[in-house]
Structures are given as C-alpha cells and as structure tokens.
C-alpha cells in the first residue's frame, strides 16, 4: 500500500511546482508515483458547479460555505476509488490540494478555528461518511499572501483562461486562510504535517528522501 501525500497552502503558493519537483525526485529514486490535483474542475461535475459558482453562476449558491464545501467534497468523494486503486499500485500518491484545503478555506470564512464544529464537519463528511483515504502526511507551503497574490495574478496574466476566482482575490479571505492552514498544521489535523517556506526554492531530493526515511 503507497503513502498518500497532500501539498497544501494559499492559491499562488507554488503547490504545482512543488508537486512537479517532488514528483520528479520520487521518481529519480525508483518510486512509484502517481499523481491527482483537486478540484477536478474539467473531470467532475461537482467541481465544475462549484467553479461557476465563483465566477457568479448558480445565485446565490457560492455564498453558501457549506453548500460549496460539499460540492468540494463530493468531488473526491467520486475521485476515491481511483485514488485507492492509485494507493494499491504506487508507492507514493502525490495529491495537489486536499481535504484541508476544504477546511481551511470555508474555517476562514466563517471566521473559526481548528477546534470548531466546521474543521469536524468536514473530517466527518470527507472521511468517516465519504471514505476519502486519510493522507500519511501533509505539507504546507507557507508563504506571505502578499507573494502568494502576486503569483497568482502572474499567472492569470500569462495563462489563458485563468481569471481568478471571487475566492483568489480576497485578499482577507486568504490572510484568514493562511492562518486557518497554520492552525491545522499545529493541531496536526488528520496526519503528521510539515511546514516549509514558499518564499524560496524547496530541495524537493531533500524533502522526498526524508518523507521515504
């Protein structure tokens, strides 16, 4: 059975590239690896509901936290079979963007923290109801939202079709989330977590051998 590793943080944090180098140092060192990126907003129409809806779509439907979480949700819920088939025939299960980020989010936009009814919720939704394989290990690119932004607002400018949505340019919501993100590495929510700074490059050989060790 693999390891299912969840890289976390703010959008524009650089989870892609962390996941794109870590992915390559896993399989320099003859690791299986397979990897997944949630929300699967082109795969899953759970996903491609709750894209609309922060873009403006559906009324009132992205003013609801728990409407919106649920759609987050029921996106890796379709996604777990193949997740644990991906876990049988890898050794590592790389994931950009999990259930954290489904907490972390929607805990910063109702304004509570890891020990509220949300975090709880979510845990009870997502794992014990829906059966999402927990992950071994998360990590969570730390960066300034103010790096974070101007990553994000980089790539809306140089890649087609990458407006930001109403949740990427909230400048509060995603201060609120990077400490929602913080308390839920403290608290070690669902697994071990480990903290690194966006802000600088990650030694991905580093990092993989440590999270094989």
């Known amino acids: 059975m693999g390891r299912l590793i969840a890289v976390e943080g703010l959008d524009g944090a650089g989870k892609r590239t962390l996941s794109d180098a870590l992915g390559a140092a896993f399989a320099a060192k003859g690791v299986r690896v397979a990897r997944f990126a949630f929300p699967r907003y082109d795969a899953d129409v759970h996903a491609e509901l709750a894209r609309e809806a922060l873009y403006g779509k559906h009324g009132?439907?992205?003013?609801?936290?728990h409407g919106m979480a649920l759609l987050f949700a029921l996106d890796r819920r379709a996604a777990a079979p193949d997740l644990r088939a991906a876990l049988e025939a890898h050794d590592v299960v790389l994931v950009d963007?999990?259930?954290?980020?489904?907490?972390?989010y929607h805990m910063a936009r109702l304004g509570e923290g890891v020990d509220g009814d949300f975090a709880r919720w979510v845990r009870e939704l997502e794992v014990e109801r829906f059966g999402v394989p927990v992950p071994d290990h998360q990590l969570l690119l730390a960066v300034p939202r103010e790096v974070a932004a101007e990553r994000a607002a980089h790539r809306e400018r140089t890649e087609a079709d990458r407006r930001r949505d109403s949740y990427e340019s909230d400048a509060g919501l995603q201060d609120r989330t990077a400490a929602a993100y913080a308390q839920?590495?403290?608290?070690?929510?669902?697994?071990?977590w480990t903290v690194l700074d966006g802000s600088t490059r990650v030694d991905a050989d580093a990092l993989a051998a440590a999270l094989l060790g």
């Open 60 to 65: 009132d439907l992205a003013a609801s936290v």
């Open 184 to 192: 839920l590495a403290g608290a070690s929510w669902l697994s071990p």
């Open 97 to 104: 963007r999990y259930i954290a980020s489904n907490a972390a």
